[in-house]
């Protein structure tokens, strides 16, 4: 339905358009009178309303009316402007009109979906209707820059994340520079002996994508490295990294070895960090044999030479290819890149924070992690299942949840623990044959054969108890417990509290964001969740983006996530990295703030307000400086400004005040 007016003069031509939605909007709002009550607001010329305005024959019915009528201005009253407001803005283009002649009117989410009176819900439409109508009249013309984009990409974290984001990137012709703060590549994969559920070795998947990432002509890479500083804006960053000294040559060294044999310590007697702990190694070494670059490092807290400067270097000695160098120096890299993928997953939660499961107190709990690396076959056990007192234990309970789906630590499911609880107690009995118990609050199986896993260790004997384990002690109540670890936990299924003796406690611990996240979220300009994760734009339509254009995220740095949602996941940023690059340019929004010069008094209260770090200070002329690159146009300094100098592009004085106005000309009583 249409209604078409004559308009006053002095009053551009508006075009006014309301959408049904279905029943989403018309079932709440009576559409046909809000389009004739705005047919008669001064300057309408058009007013109608259709099933649904976001289609192709409601666009259409747009770009033909603004051209038939000769519209000067549009307005349409319809759902989010974060959903369509583009999509409008495209059909008043098609139809000739500026883009930005045009104002949307959310009646969905601030009318029909928050109210259940008809009649007020449709008299609110008309007077949201009505101040849009009264401010579009005063919009501008306004023109998007365009700004040239860098074809490099940076790529932040070397675990399987970051190795699948630049090898995507790297395949496309792109080149990447990979940047790892450890000393290999691999991150938190390079740990696991198998895989869930099909228990692939997962040595065997990844390291030959390490390998592909090390001999790519695309890509640089820079481990025992960390980004210390970013500029800049999308398109065009200018990014710092510090490279920590390995002591060794990177080009020099082929990985032999032969330095570790000849240490002058014969014996490994420092923190294995690699193997949680639970091996040693010497002041030289390396983290596995498959590490990636098989470079070795020099520890500088441990390496005799390093600290005190007295130590024959045996170890230089031997290495005929004269790769050390215990002058290195920490060097700073400025690289310049169009786009950057943050791929810095998580750190696994720390089980000291729960007393009551005795982690550091009895000798025989144990974190995943750990267990992990004695399953595996280049472990400290080689794989054998042995405890620290050197027995194999006969029973073993397995805890899941521990720093997950819990009020007095973290809240959210980290969504991996139930399924690789399943694989450790598989993993577990068949390295040595011990009772498995798993205690568990929910079993959660969501992904693709992951039920059928649960079944597979149910068919196997591993026992399951429901129920939250309360205190895991040494105290023996029975000759059976002696000597023994006891898991007191209520069995919420059978209806009362058991008590269970084991050997061996392993503990599910859940998924952190990084100690740094918040330091790192600084420094790239993007945000972070409550939980402390990177925060994407949009949960289910830009779930990769963050707010600050061209930095994308991928992996566990985001959410807790498996492995294959991670890979998915950085597939679809290095995806969004290419489409910003392979424009060759962005188009900035005009609706940024600019300085009025001659009014600005130079007081610099705007510049700690920006959250996007876009306004500077020229010291020459006194007076602060708007790069609009930068600028996302959220009017924090507008609003601030206290000489009133700065304005923001599409809310001007008039723009505003008009719809102010509109907003409060009802002629109803109140």
Known sequence: M?????????????????????????????????????????????????????????????????KEQKLERLVVAACSPNLHEETFRKAALKGGLNPFYFQMVNIREHVAWVHTDKKAATEKAKD?????????????????????????VLVVGGGIAGIHAALTL????????????????????????????????????????????????????WTYSEVEKVEGYVGNYKVQVKRKPRYVKEDLCVGCMECIDACVFKEPKFHDKFNQGLGKRKPVYIDFPQATPKVVLVDPETCIQLKTGKCKKSCAAVCDRNAFDFEQKPEIKEIQVGAIVLATGFKAYDAKRDYVYGYGRYPGVYTALEVERLVNASGPTSGEIVLRDGKRPKAVGIVHCVGSRDAKSNKWCSRVCCMYSLKLAHLIKEHSGADVYNF??????????????????????????????????????????????????????????????VDMVVLSTGLEPQADAQEVRRRFNIGCGTEGFFQERHPKLAPVNTFTDGIYIAGACQAPRD???????????????????DAGFVELEPNTSRVIEDECCGCKSCISLCPYSAITFDEVKKKAVIN??????CGVCAAACPSGSIRQNLFEDDEIFSEIKGILANDRKI
């Open 128 to 152: 949201l209707s009505r101040a849009a109508i009264a401010r579009v009249a005063y919009h501008q013309s306004l023109e998007k820059k365009r700004v040239p984009v860098d074809p490099n």
């Open 440 to 501: 568990y609050i929910d079993m959660r199986a969501p992904g693709k054969a992951y039920e059928e896993f649960y079944d597979k260790l149910l068919g196997e004997g591993v026992q399951f108890i429901r129920g939250r384990v309360a205190e895991v002690t040494d105290w023996a109540m029975t000759p059976g417990e002696e000597g023994r670890l006891v898991m007191r936990v209520e069995d919420t299924l059978a209806g009362f509290v058991r008590r269970i003796p």
């Open 628 to 633: 609009e690159v930068l600028c996302k146009g």
């Open 2 to 66: 249409s209604d078409n007016n004559p308009v006053q003069k002095n009053l551009p031509r508006i075009g006014f358009y309301i959408c049904h939605c279905g029943t989403n909007i018309a079932g709440t709002i009576d559409v046909a009178e809000v389009r004739k009550y705005a047919a008669g607001l001064p300057g309408v010329a058009v007013s109608r309303d259709y099933k649904y305005m976001c289609s192709d024959p409601g666009q259409e019915m747009i770009a033909k009316d603004i």
């Open 563 to 581: 492995i294959p949602d991670t890979v998915a996941q950085a597939g679809a940023a290095a995806a969004e990295a290419l489409a910003l690059i």
């Open 170 to 221: 790297a395949n496309a012709g792109k080149k990447v520079t990979l940047v790892e703060r450890e000393a290999t590549i691999g991150g938190h994969m390079a740990l696991f002996d198998k895989t869930f559920p099909t228990l692939d070795c997962a040595a065997c998947i990844l390291t030959p994508k390490m390998s592909a990432v090390k001999a790519h002509p695309n890509i640089t890479l």
